[in-house]
T-cell receptor
Framework: DAGITQSPRYKITETGRQVTLMCHQT?????MFWYRQDLGHGLRLIYY???????DKGEVPDGYVVSRSKTENFPLTLESATRSQTSVYFC??????????????FGPGTRLTVT | AQSVTQPDIHITVSEGASLELRCNYS??????LFWYVQSPGQGLQLLLK??????LVQGIKGFEAEFKRSQSSFNLRKPSVHWSDAAEYFC????????????FGAGTILRVKS
C-alpha cells in the first residue's frame, strides 16, 4: 500500500532489551523523521535523515540509534530500553528540497511500553 | 531557541459553537507554520499551513488560521464545531534556516459537548 507505515504498532519490552521500530514509506521522500510523543511535550524530534546514509540528531537523541541504508526505510533502535523511553513513536517523511511549507506526512505510530 | 506555545491544554466547546485554538511561537527566522490534528490512536493529519502570502489560510474540515507576525501567533479557528472535531491539535513551526525541522507545541485537546 502507498504511504508511510510503522511496525509494530504496539510493543512491550523489558528494561535493558534492544528494540527496533520500523518505518517504511513508498513515496521516495528524501527526508524522514522520528518523533516521540509524550503528554505535555507534544512531539519531540529524535533523529532525522535527509537522504540515504545521511542522518542527524534531533532534540532528544540519547539512547537511540538510527540507520538509513535505503531511501524507503528508516529504522529506530533503542539499544538498551529504559522506562523513560515508554512513549508513542511517530515516523514522518517529507519531499526533498528547501521547499517552504513542505508538509511532513506521518505514520500511524508505535506505542512502546518498557517494563 | 525555537519554541512553540499552545497555552490551552484542554478546551471544551458545545457543538455548533465557534472555536479558537491559540498558538504562539518564538523563532529567530522567518517561520512557516502548520496545524495538525490527531484523532485518538491515529497519526497526525495536516489541517492547514502558512508559508507566505495571504495571512489568512483556509484548511480542510472548515478550519482556518491567521498568521500575525506582530503577535507571533498562528491561531486556529472554526466558526461552528462538530462533534467529530474532538481530537488533539498541534501547532508546528519550521524555518528554512533551521533545516526545515519542525518544532511542535504541546497540543490542545478539544472536547465537544453535545
Amino acid at each position: 500500500d502507498a504511504g508511510i507505515t510503522q511496525s509494530p504498532r504496539y510493543k512491550i519490552t523489558e528494561t535493558g532489551r534492544q528494540v527496533t521500530l520500523m518505518c517504511h514509506q513508498t513515496w521516495s521522500h528524501s527526508y524522514m523523521f522520528w518523533y516521540r510523543q509524550d503528554l505535555g511535550h507534544g512531539l519531540r524530534l529524535i533523529y532525522y535523515s535527509a537522504a540515504a546514509d545521511i542522518t542527524d540528531k534531533g532534540e532528544v537523541p540519547d539512547g537511540y540509534v538510527v540507520s538509513r541504508s535505503k531511501t524507503e526505510n528508516f529504522p529506530l533502535t533503542l539499544e538498551s530500553a529504559t522506562r523513560s523511553q515508554t512513549s508513542v513513536y511517530f515516523c514522518a517523511s517529507r519531499a526533498q528540497g528547501a521547499v517552504l511549507g513542505a508538509e511532513q506526512y506521518f505514520g500511524p505510530g508505535t506505542r512502546l511500553t518498557v517494563t | 531557541a525555537q519554541s512553540v506555545t499552545q497555552p490551552d491544554i484542554h478546551i471544551t466547546v458545545s457543538e455548533g459553537a465557534s472555536l479558537e485554538l491559540r498558538c504562539n511561537y518564538s523563532y529567530g527566522a522567518t517561520p512557516y507554520l502548520f496545524w495538525y490534528v490527531q484523532s485518538p490512536g491515529q497519526g497526525l493529519q495536516l489541517l492547514l499551513k502558512y508559508f507566505s502570502g495571504d495571512t489568512l489560510v483556509q484548511g480542510i474540515k472548515g478550519f482556518e488560521a491567521e498568521f500575525k507576525r506582530s503577535q507571533s501567533s498562528f491561531n486556529l479557528r472554526k466558526p461552528s464545531v462538530h462533534w467529530s472535531d474532538a481530537a488533539e491539535y498541534f501547532c508546528a513551526v519550521g524555518a528554512w534556516e533551521y533545516g526545515n525541522k519542525l518544532v511542535f507545541g504541546a497540543g490542545t485537546i478539544l472536547r465537544v459537548k453535545s
